[in-house]
């Protein structure tokens, strides 16, 4: 069955440390997305893709990148980890785009991200 | 950005049924209306979606009235399992920019 997963599921960093967030989906999925989600906030965009190559900046994406080498995978990058960054990461991927048919976002299970 | 307004949490008894209406004004034309169910320690997950008028599915329909200034989300005969958040979106590509937002949602806690 197609999936998408994330890695590592926890992780704990230092301050300033450079981490990495692995999302890997095998649906063969064109749009790719990264949120985070705090107490309070919900679920906030960070970055998103629309095919290789493609990338595009979500609502909260200062301090964070992402690379599209390939259909299946979006790594999210925090460059330089801050205590502020401590949250929740959760990877979703849909085939068709927001407001059209098949737009269903498919998440992964989440990441807890604690940076110290 | 059509922000959306909803509850901030409900409580109702098994085999109720639950509605959750979401406010949104200032919708646009092209945009549509979605609603995800997320449960402690996973990712959402879709549940339903309209543009204009009434949508059922296996597990929930949303009514939309005509202004589609607002929706609500109909959950038939609630179980325990049915304790969640619920998230209401509107929002539509447009010129290829995402513009779905989550909002804080509604927290459903279905009692025994």
């Known amino acids: 069955d197609a999936e998408i997963t994330q890695s590592p599921r926890h992780k704990i960093t230092e301050t300033g440390r450079q981490v990495t967030l692995a999302c890997h989906q095998t649906?063969?999925?064109?749009?790719m997305f990264w949120y985070r989600q705090d107490l309070g906030h919900g679920l906030r965009l960070i970055h998103y893709?629309?095919?290789?190559?493609?990338?595009n900046k979500g609502e909260v994406s200062d301090g964070y990148s992402v690379s599209r080498s390939n259909t299946e995978d979006l790594p999210l990058t925090l460059e330089s980890a801050a205590s502020s960054q401590t949250s929740v990461y959760f990877c979703?991927?849909?085939?068709?785009?927001?407001?059209?048919?098949?737009?269903?976002?498919?998440f992964g299970p989440g990441t807890r991200l604690t940076v110290l | 950005l059509a922000k959306t307004t909803q509850p901030i949490s409900m409580d109702s008894y098994e085999g109720q049924e639950v509605n959750i209406t979401c406010s949104h004004n200032?919708?646009?034309?092209?945009?549509?209306i979605t609603w995800y169910q997320q449960f402690p320690s996973q990712g959402p997950r879709f549940i339903i979606q309209?543009?204009?008028t009434k949508v059922t599915n296996e597990v929930a329909s949303l009514f939309i009235p005509a202004d589609r200034k607002s929706s609500t989300l109909s959950l038939p005969r609630v179980s325990l399992s049915d304790t969640a958040v619920y998230y209401c979106?509107?929002?539509?590509?447009?010129?290829?920019?995402?513009?779905?937002?989550f909002g804080t949602g509604t927290r459903l806690k279905v009692l025994a």
């Open positions: 979703a991927s849909s085939y068709g785009l927001a407001g059209t048919d098949y737009n269903e976002q498919f």
């Open positions: 649906w063969n999925h064109n749009n």
């Open positions: 893709s629309y095919g290789v190559q493609d990338t």
């Open positions: 200032n919708i646009a034309t092209n945009d549509y």
């Open positions: 309209g543009y204009k």
């Open positions: 979106l509107v929002g539509a590509d447009t010129s290829g920019t995402y513009k779905y937002i």
